[in-house]
């Protein structure tokens, strides 16, 4: 049974701190690792994805993977009121086109 | 812009009344996937089709079909709606190969009521 497993918060932190999501997954078998953004009642948005260990930076978004311990995490620098959403962890396994999403972690950014 | 567009955006439909949502898309990607999510919860993987090749998940219930007439469009029929199928449902495109796994493309979504 392959999981995909978030802390679904909420996360409540000032504007201009950095936000902390986390993320586990079941299956050494993953391959690539999504970050998805959804506002309430809208389809979720790709923010970004990794498929190597170690960090991979966008403006003021950071992905961090860890394999070994199969941990995906995001960073959020200079929270905006704006990046107040839901956060969406996603795996996809080699060998096939499946994506699993975890439940998600919703982000408050105080103004 | 290449989008992937999602008719209707709200739909209500009475216990037992089939229902059909559809999804049509530019970006002439190969895979395109049902998903469907209810409120606060992760959206859920119902199908998905590469090409033609139709991949049904092993706990999407026989009530919920799919057909992908070509490339560009894919529907989700619902045959008789009970009031547990009252959710969001995601269409979403990926291309088959790709450097990082190929992320996935959403519509905006079908918000299904049933009364």
């Known amino acids: 049974q392959k999981e995909v497993e978030q802390n679904s918060g909420p996360l409540s932190v000032p504007e201009g701190a950095i936000a902390s999501l986390n993320c586990t997954y079941s299956?050494?078998?993953?391959?690539?690792f999504f970050w998805y953004r959804q506002y309430s009642g809208k389809s979720p948005e790709l923010i970004m994805f990794i498929y190597s260990n170690g960090d991979k930076e966008d403006g003021r978004f950071t992905a961090q993977l860890n394999k070994a311990s199969q941990y995906v995490s995001l960073l959020i620098r200079d929270s905006q009121p704006s990046d107040s959403a839901t956060y969406l962890c996603a795996v996809k396994w080699a060998g096939g086109f499946k994506t699993i999403f975890g439940a998600g972690t919703r982000l408050f950014v105080k103004a | 812009d290449a989008m992937v567009i999602q008719n209707p955006r709200y739909q209500v439909t009475q216990f037992g009344k089939p229902v059909t949502l559809s999804c049509s898309q530019t970006l002439n990607h190969n895979v395109m996937y049902w998903y469907q999510q209810k409120s606060s919860q992760a959206p859920k993987l119902l199908f998905h089709y590469y090409d033609k090749d139709f991949n049904n998940e092993a706990d999407t219930p026989d009530n919920f079909q799919s057909r992908r007439p070509n490339t560009s469009f894919c529907f989700l029929d619902i045959r008789s709606p009970g009031l547990g199928d009252a959710a969001m449902y995601l269409c979403?495109?990926?291309?088959?190969?790709?450097?990082?796994?190929?992320?996935?493309?959403f519509g905006n979504g079908t918000r299904l009521t049933v009364t």
């Open positions: 299956d050494r078998g993953s391959q690539s």
């Open positions: 979403a495109t990926s291309r088959a190969t790709g450097t990082g796994g190929s992320p996935l493309h």
